[in-house]
């Protein structure tokens, strides 16, 4: 079956480390998209890729960095420089940028302490 | 700035109401409109994409529809069943790479 998968689900690390988070789809999507969920608040994106070997900040980059080496993978860095990394984190993906339904991995849930 | 509003935050309804959840937006210049559903500790899953030419998009029990001209939208969820329990978000699509903006989410709860 199609899908997005990220992992792990649970993520655990100290303060001062950095750590990626994995995202893989095999639904030849060309676009995908990293967000932050926290509570009481709308999904924030954190950077988006509408091609191969590229990559736009979104709305909350700074501390995070993104790599699109392949089509189907799109990892997130949380660096030791964002300031609040526990989050529930959502990769999603979409067949092209710009109108298309997204398709949201099940999460990974980071505890930064 | 677009900014995406959901009311109420929480709802809870005897099995077998029918409910209507509202969204709304601030600028109506959109692309389009998408509802999605969470349920705990899991992902989003897509339920309907109303296009901005639309006025409503329907599957199964759930029917949404659209006025951008008030930066309205309603999920209407026919038949209530326990199993419709979760969260319930909207997010708008401004048509720049699907960058969608989402709501925060109406937590739904159907009792038995």
């Known amino acids: 079956d199609g899908g997005i998968t990220q992992s792990p689900k649970y993520l655990f690390r100290k303060e001062g480390q950095n750590v990626t988070l994995s995202c893989e789809q095999n639904l030849n999507h060309d676009a995908m998209y990293w967000y932050r969920q926290d509570p009481g608040q709308g999904l924030r994106l954190i950077y988006y890729?509408?091609?191969?070997?590229?990559?736009q900040k979104g709305d909350i980059a700074e501390g995070y960095s993104v790599s699109r080496e392949k089509k189907e993978s799109f990892p997130l860095t949380v660096t030791s420089a964002q300031k609040n990394p526990t989050a529930f984190y959502l990769c999603?993906?979409?067949?092209?940028?710009?109108?298309?339904?997204?398709?949201f991995g099940n999460g990974t849930r980071l505890t930064v302490t | 700035k677009q900014e995406v509003t959901q009311i109420p935050a929480a709802l809870s309804v005897p099995e077998g109401e029918n409910l209507v959840l509202n969204c709304s937006f601030t600028?109506?210049?959109?692309?389009?409109l998408q509802w999605f559903r969470q349920d705990p500790g899991k992902g989003l899953t897509s339920l309907l994409l109303i296009q901005s030419s639309q006025r409503e998009q329907t599957s199964g029990r759930l029917n949404a529809s659209l006025d951008k001209s008030s930066g309205r939208s309603t999920l209407y969820i026919a038949a209530s069943q326990p199993g419709d329990s979760a969260t319930y978000l909207c997010a708008v699509d401004t048509g720049t790479a699907s960058k969608l903006t989402f709501g925060t989410g109406t937590r739904l709860q159907v009792t038995l």
């Open positions: 999603a993906s979409s067949i092209s940028a710009g109108g298309s339904p997204l398709h």
């Open positions: 890729s509408q091609i191969v070997n590229d990559f």
């Open positions: 600028d109506s210049a959109i692309y389009n």
